[in-house]
């Protein structure tokens, strides 16, 4: 299968290569796509080098299936001239995500929705990614009515300008900055734009998005996004309200049964998921699996993955290896 990877010098596209080699899919030819300024720089896949090309140059090649990450204008440029070419393209830019005619997916969650018509399709928020897998057993199992989730976003979700400010920080030099603010040794509560509402973008990315791949509307999420000195990955502290009532041992057998789900939860021997353990990890750790006992019908937990695995590269390689299983592409 020929493969092009859009923005394959970039942390995301970098994660994609070493996914797509780690997990054996079938690619007969790689296609690295990057900017003008890249073009002609070499990639290492699998032991060979490939030159990066340019957008334009790898529609000509006719990729089966495209990787995209190269931000929300590359996608809304090329996305289009991709699919339009019969290149079916996977986006992981917000460009795509709330289209009504663009299918949201994770395929552990979701995965049912995709069919041959889909050329263009998008890859969730790393956030909602890791959260609504967690969701998914249990909203199937007791119906989720609302969930209040609190974010401890590693830095790596930036970018590398972000990796490079907090290590610039850690050294005490002066650097190039990704953020308002110092970020070693403090917290910001503030990732991507505000909106007139007084939430960020990331917020309300996590609210349209999970009700979007729940395919339910009626579960009414609130969100409040916050970026750590951290890399490795995210972490959520989820609270969940259900319309029925549960049992705590039958909620951990549910998430230990979830496809792509590892319960860390043993408070007793301190076992619990962190983003250490996380990462280079494709799978959603969950733990901290307890009762609100201010509330009825209502749970508390811990969810961790890797931001640039299964929040990003690993997702978009789990669409595609589910598209080649239909032979969709």
């Known amino acids: ?129 890791q959260m609504v897998v967690a969701l998914k057993p249990l909203h199937d199992k007791y119906k ?34 990704a953020y308002p603010y110092q970020i070693d040794l403090n917290v910001i509560p503030h990732i991507d734009v505000f909106q007139e509402n007084g939430y960020t973008k990331e917020e309300m990315k996590m609210i349209l998005e999970t009700n979007k791949i729940m395919r339910d509307d009626s579960i009414k999420v609130t969100a409040t996004t916050v970026r750590i000195p951290v890399m490795g990955g995210h972490s959520e502290s989820l609270n969940i309200e259900f319309e029925n009532d549960f049992d705590l041992n039958e909620v951990r057998a549910a998430l230990a049964a979830q496809s792509g789900c590892i319960v860390v939860d043993d408070p007793a021997s301190l076992q619990y998921p962190m983003p250490k353990d996380a990462h280079g990890r494709d799978e959603v750790f969950v733990g901290r699996i307890r009762r609100d006992e201010s509330q009825p019908n209502t749970l508390n937990m811990w969810v961790v993955a890797d931001n640039l695995r299964k929040g990003a590269a690993t997702n978009a390689v789990q669409i595609a290896e589910l598209l080649a299983e239909k032979a969709l592409i």
């Open 144 to 177: 989720i009515k609302r969930v209040v989730v609190s974010t401890y976003q590693s830095v790596t979700g930036t970018g590398v300008k972000a990796v490079n400010q907090l290590m610039d920080e850690r050294a005490g030099k002066d650097g190039e900055k």
């Open 1 to 129: 299968m020929k493969v092009a990877v859009v923005g394959a010098t970039g942390l995301v596209g970098t994660e994609m290569l070493t996914v797509l080699a780690a997990r054996n899919f079938p690619v007969t030819e790689l296609i690295p796509v990057a900017s003008e300024r890249s073009k002609g720089k070499e990639i290492e896949f699998k032991g060979k080098k490939y030159k990066v090309v340019t957008p334009s140059e790898a529609i000509a090649l006719k990729p089966d299936v495209a990787l995209f990450s190269a931000g929300g204008d590359t996608s809304k440029e090329f996305a289009p001239k991709f699919a339009e070419a019969g290149i079916t393209v996977i986006d992981n830019s917000s460009a795509w995500r709330m289209d009504p005619s663009k299918k949201l997916v994770v395929p552990e969650v979701n995965g049912d929705v995709l069919a041959a018509e889909d050329k263009i399709i998008a890859n969730p928020n790393c956030s909602t990614i």
